[in-house]
């Protein structure tokens, strides 16, 4: 009897842990990018990996390219002149001092 009450304790403990977990819960369709475990988050009501270039975006995370997102538009690379945080996200390959893309002959 002992044990039984013991293993039914174990049970109860084991349900109200899984039941109070904060798992996200990872879906296909959305409406929202708080519903999808992909960087892409929410395009179109669908979950993505990332989004592809001229696609819309909020965040460089949600970009494929290493351009990012610009003016809420997911990029190859950045031109020169345009706005930077990493050499990585410009055409030239440099982010300037400024935070800015610049050529390679500056």
Not at 2 to 25: D, E, G, H, N, Y
Not at 32 to 53: A, F, K, W
Request: glycine residues 8%; positive net charge.
């Amino acid at each position: 009897m002992i044990f039984r009450s013991a293993l039914f304790l174990v049970l109860v403990a084991t349900i109200a842990t899984v039941m109070s977990s904060p798992t996200k819960q990872c879906q296909t369709l959305c409406t929202t990018d708080t519903q999808c475990c992909e960087p892409g988050g929410c395009y179109l009501n669908v979950c993505t990996s990332c989004r592809i270039s001229g696609q819309t975006c909020q965040r460089d995370s949600q970009c494929c390219a290493a351009g990012g997102c610009y003016v809420n538009k997911c990029m190859s690379c950045r031109t020169l002149g345009m706005t930077c945080q990493a050499s990585s996200q410009c055409c030239s390959g440099i982010c300037g001092a400024l935070g800015h893309c610049v050529s390679t002959d500056s």
